[in-house]
């Protein structure tokens, strides 16, 4: 039987790439952007591999996510994955001198657009007894580095979050995964640092992870069997022992 996907952030990086992996095994695509020509683009390109809708939301925005989710036409309302990929990182600054609207934006986007997504969704899952939520994290969930304080903080909000739905999701059947990237060579970086040219020094002197090599992952665990549940994973590339040591060759 053909399984649907909805993935938010699915414009470009991870969210992209997954989109593209899902289609060539005939995962049918919702994908959710705030970008819509991007969207457009595309769903051009993905449908002739699989059936695509498209939904342009922010997902910050409550009552927008719940009635975009709502909208969805009959042949797209079940939706048996859920890939929470929607995030961003703003600044990289010490606390004492960091932005409050970067702290909104990384709080409202990283955590509570997640939550009002899966909160669209859960029911559906929980009446079918049936489900998977992917949550991408990063290994900022994990430890804690200089200068990123907010950003790791929401990033640990996500994983905590993914670890209360495994329990509370856990007597419907439903799995639930995390997924922690380490350095991904994306927009990422272009967005922290807000167009500034030391974005392009972030992924030079190694090879940073792609979003395709996360795709792949992201494939292999919605393809596991249905007794198999991958529920934390983290990702790093060979350059990268942990948040703050890369082996750099200038």
């Known amino acids: 039987m053909t399984k649907t996907a909805l993935i938010t952030g699915a414009t470009s990086g991870i969210g992209l790439a997954t989109a593209r992996e899902f289609a060539k095994h ?14 457009k683009t595309i769903q051009n390109e993905l449908s002739l591999l699989t059936d695509v809708y498209i939904l342009n939301f922010d997902v910050s925005h409550k009552t927008e996510t719940s009635k975009a989710i709502e909208s969805l036409p009959e042949d797209f309302k079940v ?23 970067d702290w909104d934006a990384m709080m409202d986007i990283n955590v509570k657009g997640l939550l009002y997504v899966s909160k669209a969704i859960i029911p559906q899952m ?40 495994r329990i509370d999701l856990n007597p419907f059947g439903i799995k639930v995964s995390a997924i922690n990237p ?18 392009n020094e972030v992924y030079k002197g190694f090879k940073a992870l792609q979003a395709q090599d996360i ?24 350059a990268q022992a942990n948040s703050v040591t890369v082996k750099k060759n200038f």
């Open 26 to 39: 005939g995962i049918n695509l919702i994908l959710c952007g705030r970008r819509l020509e991007r969207l």
């Open 126 to 165: 929980t009446e079918r007894q049936s489900g998977h939520i992917i949550n991408i994290g990063s290994s900022a969930g994990k430890e804690v580095y200089p200068k990123g304080n907010v950003y790791c903080a929401s990033k640990h909000a996500v994983l905590a979050v993914t670890e209360g739905m």
């Open 182 to 199: 380490g350095l991904v060579e994306t927009e990422f970086s272009q967005v922290r640092f807000k167009g500034d040219k030391k974005a």
């Open 215 to 238: 795709a792949e992952i992201i494939y292999f665990v919605v393809s596991r069997p249905d007794h198999v549940n991958i529920a934390d994973m983290l990702i790093f590339p060979k």
């Open 79 to 101: 939706i048996d994955i859920l890939i929470n990929n929607a995030g961003n990182a703003h600044g990289l600054d010490p606390i004492q001198d960091g932005s409050i609207d």
